[in-house]
């Protein structure tokens, strides 16, 4: 019910938005045409300027629409300070929806807190973040911390599984978070760890996994509340080289089956080069050859 709610809550939202353009957007062409419309022609509807104004509007409400129906993350003039220290400089970044992009650049270049940032994590000193049409900038921290568990699935080079629980009760985290019911938490578990080639590991605890079956078990948790976009900081980092191409193809998979957004921070520049995008920071901005 309640996710029910905030559905409906986006739409209106979405709605008033476009209202809300479309009368800015008429107000401003109405003062563009001001004097014709004082002295209209006389030669007939079709060359009034209140067409013009109309047509003008409708074009761009229509760039703006199909804009936000492709976009899934949207960053604009983000910046970060630590002390007086600036780690982000003005970033600006679009991925639209079902986009495998790879954020790469030296230690220090500011990938991780981008990434943080874009997530949820963290907050930016300026600039907004939009992800799936939800500006998340000026939410409060209980309504940020609810849409990250709705919206947002992690991976991280550590797995952070808690280890006194099993496998499946790692997956099942996000969900009971989420208030789900146990039936239906568990059957959804229970299908991710299938599907990713760990169904009979579900009772084993982290400590009697291999480290890339406790690599998939946070790839599991991260899908479990079926995020529009997961965020992953170096997931293969703790890898060796044959369970990093391992996970990286399965993370095009999941992307495949899922249409899931994927933004990945990785120094492997396998995985980087089998990116749809492949974005390089330095020094708190992207280098602009790579956008």
């Not at 400089?89 to 270049?109: H, P, Q, Y």
């Not at 890898?239 to 249409?259: G, I």
Request: glycine share 8%; hydrophobic share 40%.
């Amino acid at each position: 019910m309640g996710t029910r709610m905030t559905q409906i809550g986006r739409m209106f939202a979405d709605f008033f938005g476009i209202f809300h353009e479309f009368w800015t957007e008429f107000q401003k062409k109405i003062r563009e045409y001001s004097p014709n419309l004082r002295h209209p022609r006389s030669n007939g509807i079709q060359n009034h300027p209140m067409q013009s104004i109309l047509r003008s509007i409708l074009k761009i409400l229509i760039q703006k629409i199909e804009r936000r129906v492709k976009t899934m993350i949207e960053a604009r003039q983000l910046e970060k300070f630590y002390g007086k220290s600036q780690v982000l400089k003005g970033v600006d970044l679009t991925i639209e929806k079902g986009e495998f992009v790879s954020i790469i650049g030296r230690s220090g270049a500011g990938k991780s807190t981008l990434l943080h940032i874009l997530g949820t994590l963290d907050v930016p000193d300026k600039g907004t973040v939009s992800i799936n049409g939800q500006q998340v900038s000026g939410l409060n921290t209980q309504a940020l911390a609810r849409f990250r568990n709705q919206n947002i699935g992690f991976v991280f080079q550590f797995h952070h599984l808690l280890p006194e629980f099993t496998a499946l009760e790692n997956v099942c985290m996000p969900a009971y978070i989420n208030k789900k019911s146990d039936s239906s938490v568990t059957k959804r578990a229970m299908e991710l760890l299938d599907y990713l080639g760990l169904a009979a590991r579900t009772t084993h605890k982290p400590g009697q996994l291999s480290g890339g079956e406790q690599q998939r078990v946070a790839v599991a948790r991260a899908l479990m509340n079926r995020p529009a976009v997961v965020f992953a900081d170096e997931p293969s980092g703790n890898l060796d080289s044959v369970l990093s191409k391992e996970l990286h193809e399965l993370l095009f998979q999941l992307r495949n089956d899922f249409q899931q957004t994927f933004v990945i921070v990785t120094h492997n520049l396998e995985l980087a080069a089998m990116s749809d995008r492949c974005l390089e920071m330095n020094d708190g901005l992207f280098v602009p050859k790579s956008l």
